[in-house]
C-alpha cells in the first residue's frame, strides 16, 4: 500500500514537472512572440486560399481571376446527358493565361465543380434504389496541370445523384494534397474536366455567378506583396507597395493605407488608432514607378512632415479572387520610427557659451593690468548677457549644412535631353525660377507637374520652370518615362553623380519646390511639393522683396539686436549738453538719425548693389567676405577702438552737416551714432540674412519700375535705421543720471568687448560656411 502510494506520489510530481516544463515553454514561446512584435518590421495578413474561377460561355470558357458579383442564373453553363457523357465527356479543356511572375507553391490544390439538373426533380434518386447501385449517380474526371507538372491526373470527384437546379447546385470536389511545384514566369495551368453522368435527366455544369464559383482553389500562400517605406532628410514619408501575384498586378483590386501615429509598438495593430492620430489617407496612388524585375510598384508621399516617434502604415489591400463583400482581404500592418534629427556638430547654443565666456575672459585679463569701477564691469557683464540674443540664432556648424536664408546654389546641370542648363540663363528676363526637386521614382514628380501646369496658368508673372532629378547616381534612363510624360514643357535636369546641388539647396536632396527669386536667393521653399496658387503668391512675393521691407526691420530687432544696442547706446557725456544757438525741434534726433543711416549705409549700400548686379549666384562667396569683414571690423574695435575705413568715411559724412548742427555735437557723438548703425547692420545680417540682399537687391531686378523701387526701399531702409538707435538711445537714457553715469564710466571699454563679441560672432559664422556650403559645393 505504502509502495502503491510512493509510486503515485512520484508519478503525480513526474506529471506537475511535466506540466510546468510545458507551461514554461510555451511562456518563454509567448515572450518571445512578444518581443519579436516589438519595434520595427511588417506584419502581413493574407488570404488562406486563391483561386481560379471558371468564366465565359460553353464555347469560349476561360481561367480568370476575378470573383464575380453576378447573381440569378449562371452565365456560364455546359450542358451533358447520359448519351453525351458515354459518347464525348470531355466538358472543359483549357488554359489559364501565361503567369506573370515565378513562383513556388506548397500547399493543397481543390478543384470544385457546380452542377445540377435542369430543373428540380428526384429522378435520378428514384432510379438509385439501393445506395451505391449503378444508373443515377454524376461524377467528374478532373486533369488538373501546373506548368508541366500534373498535379491532378483524371481524378474522380465525389459521386452523387442530382436532383436540384441550378438554385441549388450541387457542389462536386477533387483534392491534391501536398502539393510541392515550382512555375515559372509565362508557364500555364492547364484544367481538363469530363463528366461521367448515368441519369437520363439532362446535367448542367454551372460557374460564372456569385455562388456558382467553379474553379481551382490553392489552399496556400500564393500572393508576396512588398510594403516598404522610406524618411527624407525633411521627415516626409515616401510608401511603396509592389504587388507581386503569379499573375500580375491586377491581382490587386484596390487598397486603402493610412499613417497612423504617434503609437507605441504594442498598439500598432489593424484599425487601431483615434481619428486625430490617422495622419495620411491613400487610395489612388500617387505615382508609378518601374522595380526590379520590371515590376510594377505604386508609390504615395505624405502631405507633411512626421514628428519623431513610432508610427505605423496601415494597409489593407482588395484581391480580385477574394469576396467582394469582404473590404479588407490583405492586410500589412508597416511598424516605423522616425528618429529625432541628427545632431549638428556643434550647435549654435555653444555659441551663446562662447560669446559671454569670451568676454568675461577679457574682463578677467583686463582686471590684471588695471582695476575699473565696479560700474564698468556690470555694464560689460549686461553687455554679455546681451549677445546671448544674437548667439542664439547663428547657423549651427556642421558638415555641408546649407545656408539658411541664402541664395540659391549656382548650378549648370545637363538636362536629359543632354543640354547644358545655368542658373543665371534661367534667372534672364524671369520675375522667378521655381525649382520641382524631386529623387528617381517618387510620386512627387507628378504632383509637380500638375501644379506647374497649374501655376503657369493662373499666374501672370514671368516663371521659369525647372525640374531636377536629384540624388546619388541618378542616371537619364531613370527619367525616360517621366520625360514623356513631362513632354518638354520645361527642362529636366540631372543632378551631379554625388547629389551636390540637391543637398546645396535648404530642402536637401529630397522632393522639395524651391521658389528662386530674380536675384538668385531663395525666398521660399516647401517639401514635397507647393499648390499652384502657393506658388503664384510666393513668386508675387518675390518681386516685392518676399517680404523683406524697412517696416520688417522693427520686427527683427526685437528680439535680437535692441539689447545690445541699449548697451552700446548709453550716453558718453555726463551731463546733457545743450546747443549754444537755437535748433529746430527734434535737431537731436535727426543728427542721431543721419549718423546711424551713415553707418547702415555703409553696410547696406554694397550688399544691395551687389545683389542688384545679379552676385546671387556667387552669394555664399559673399556672404563668406562679409562674415570675413565682421571679423575684422570687431577686431580693430577691440584692438584699436575704431575701423579706420569706417573712420574715413565718418569724417566725410560729418564735414557734410551744417555748422549749427557740428558746433552742438562733436564728430565723436556722430561716431557714436554710426558705429551704431553699423552694429545694427551686423546684427541684423546675422539674424535675416537675406533681409537687405532680398529687400532691395531683388526688387532692383524684379521688372522697369524695380529700380525706382529699390532705391525707394533703400532709403526707407536708412529711415528705419535711425529710428532703431533713436529708440537704442531713449530706452538707454530712461534711467536718467544714472544712465549717464555708467555711460560715462564705461565709454571706452564698451565697443571694445562689443567688438571682442563681434569677432567672436563672425569667426563663427565663417566656419559655418566654410564647413557647411563651402565644403558642400566643392
Not at 463 to 481: K, R, W
Not at 610 to 618: D, P, R, V
Not at 762 to 776: D, F, H, I, N, Y
Amino acid at each position: 500500500m505504502g509502495e502503491g502510494t510512493g509510486a503515485a506520489r512520484a508519478g503525480a510530481l513526474i506529471a506537475l514537472v511535466l506540466l510546468l516544463t510545458v507551461t514554461s515553454t510555451s511562456l518563454m514561446v509567448n515572450a518571445q512572440d512578444a518581443m519579436e512584435a516589438e519595434g520595427p518590421g511588417i506584419e502581413w495578413t493574407l488570404p488562406d486560399t486563391h483561386m481560379l474561377y471558371l468564366k465565359g460561355t460553353e464555347d469560349q470558357p476561360f481561367l480568370d481571376r476575378n470573383w464575380t458579383t453576378n447573381t440569378g442564373q449562371p452565365l456560364g453553363r455546359a450542358e451533358f446527358t447520359k448519351t453525351s457523357s458515354a459518347l464525348n465527356p470531355n466538358l472543359i479543356d483549357i488554359q489559364s493565361a501565361p503567369l506573370s511572375e515565378s513562383f513556388r507553391f506548397e500547399g493543397n490544390i481543390t478543384v470544385r465543380l457546380f452542377a445540377s439538373l435542369d430543373s428540380t426533380n428526384d429522378g435520378c434518386r428514384l432510379t438509385n434504389v439501393l445506395p451505391g447501385s449503378a444508373g443515377a449517380e454524376t461524377s467528374f474526371l478532373v486533369t488538373l496541370s501546373l506548368g508541366s507538372t500534373v498535379v491532378i491526373g483524371n481524378a474522380q470527384t465525389n459521386s452523387l445523384p442530382m436532383e436540384e437546379s441550378y438554385l441549388s447546385a450541387h457542389e462536386f470536389t477533387v483534392q491534391a494534397l501536398d502539393v510541392n511545384v515550382s512555375l515559372a514566369s509565362g508557364d500555364l495551368v492547364s484544367l481538363q474536366v469530363d463528366v461521367q453522368h448515368d441519369c437520363l435527366q439532362q446535367g448542367v455544369l454551372w460557374w460564372g455567378t456569385y455562388d456558382a464559383t467553379s474553379g481551382i482553389i490553392f489552399d496556400g500562400d500564393v500572393i508576396e506583396p512588398k510594403l516598404e517605406y522610406s524618411i527624407d532628410s525633411n521627415r516626409m514619408a515616401r510608401v511603396e507597395f509592389t504587388p507581386i501575384s503569379p499573375w500580375g498586378p491586377g491581382d490587386f483590386d484596390g487598397q486603402v493605407l493610412e499613417i497612423v501615429g504617434p503609437l507605441d509598438w504594442d498598439e500598432m495593430v489593424h484599425g487601431f488608432g483615434k481619428e486625430d492620430q490617422r495622419l495620411e489617407h491613400f487610395e489612388t496612388p500617387h505615382g508609378t514607378r518601374t522595380g526590379e524585375g520590371n515590376r510594377t510598384i505604386l508609390t504615395w508621399s505624405s502631405e507633411k512632415p512626421l514628428m519623431p516617434g513610432r508610427y505605423m502604415i496601415d494597409a489593407c489591400f482588395m484581391i480580385t479572387d477574394q469576396n467582394p463583400g469582404e473590404l479588407c482581404d490583405a492586410i500589412g500592418v508597416l511598424r516605423f520610427e522616425v528618429p529625432q534629427d541628427a545632431k549638428p556638430m556643434l550647435s549654435s547654443m555653444w555659441a551663446a557659451v562662447v560669446v559671454p565666456l569670451g568676454i568675461i575672459a577679457w574682463i578677467g585679463v583686463s582686471m590684471r593690468e588695471a582695476m575699473l569701477p565696479i560700474q564698468t564691469y556690470a555694464i560689460l557683464l549686461l553687455l554679455a548677457i546681451a549677445a546671448l540674443g544674437p548667439a542664439i540664432h547663428l547657423p549651427d556648424i556642421d558638415s555641408n549644412a546649407p545656408r539658411e536664408e541664402g541664395a540659391s546654389p549656382s548650378f549648370a546641370l545637363l538636362s536629359h535631353e543632354g543640354e547644358l542648363v545655368k542658373l543665371p540663363e534661367l534667372l534672364k528676363g524671369s520675375d522667378a525660377v521655381v525649382v520641382g526637386l524631386f529623387r528617381t521614382g517618387s510620386p512627387n514628380a507628378i504632383r509637380q507637374f500638375d501644379d506647374f501646369r497649374g501655376a503657369a496658368i493662373i499666374s501672370d508673372s514671368e516663371i521659369a520652370f525647372i525640374q531636377i532629378a536629384t540624388g546619388e547616381g541618378v542616371q537619364s534612363v531613370d527619367l525616360d518615362t517621366y520625360s514623356l510624360i513631362l513632354n518638354e514643357s520645361w527642362p529636366l535636369l540631372m543632378d551631379e553623380a554625388d547629389a551636390a546641388v540637391g543637398k546645396a539647396f535648404p530642402s536637401g536632396a529630397t522632393d522639395a519646390v524651391i521658389i528662386i527669386d530674380s536675384a538668385g536667393f531663395v525666398t521660399d521653399w516647401q517639401p514635397g511639393t507647393m499648390s499652384a496658387l502657393e506658388i503664384d503668391e510666393a513668386v508675387s512675393s518675390a518681386s516685392r522683396g518676399s517680404g523683406n521691407n524697412p517696416l520688417s526691420l522693427f520686427s527683427v530687432i526685437i528680439g535680437t539686436a535692441l539689447l545690445p544696442l541699449v548697451v552700446l547706446a548709453m550716453p558718453r557725456d555726463r551731463e546733457l549738453e545743450l546747443p549754444e544757438e537755437p535748433l529746430f525741434p527734434g535737431a537731436g534726433a535727426l543728427m542721431t538719425a543721419a549718423g546711424a543711416a551713415t553707418g547702415f549705409g555703409l553696410w547696406a549700400l554694397p550688399v544691395a548693389l551687389m545683389a542688384a548686379f545679379g552676385l546671387g549666384a556667387f552669394w555664399i562667396w559673399v556672404e563668406l567676405l562679409l562674415a570675413v569683414v565682421f571679423v575684422y571690423h570687431g577686431l580693430s574695435v577691440l584692438l584699436y577702438g575704431k575701423i579706420v575705413e569706417v573712420e574715413r568715411l565718418i569724417t566725410v559724412a560729418y564735414s557734410r552737416l551744417p555748422d549749427g548742427f557740428r558746433s552742438w555735437r562733436d564728430r565723436a557723438s556722430f561716431a557714436e551714432d554710426a558705429y551704431l548703425g553699423l552694429w545694427l547692420a551686423w546684427l541684423l545680417w546675422l539674424r535675416t540674412p537675406a533681409l537687405i540682399p532680398q529687400g532691395v537687391g531683388a526688387v532692383a531686378r524684379s521688372d522697369i519700375l524695380g529700380i525706382p523701387l529699390s532705391v525707394l526701399a533703400m532709403l526707407g531702409f536708412l529711415v528705419a535705421a535711425g529710428i532703431v538707435v533713436n529708440i537704442a538711445r531713449l530706452v538707454a537714457l530712461s534711467p536718467g543720471k544714472l544712465s549717464r553715469v555708467f555711460g560715462w564710466l564705461s565709454v571706452g571699454i564698451r565697443p571694445r568687448a562689443w567688438g571682442l563679441a563681434s569677432a567672436i560672432l563672425g569667426t563663427w559664422v565663417v566656419l559655418a560656411l566654410l564647413v557647411g556650403p563651402v565644403m558642400g559645393s566643392l
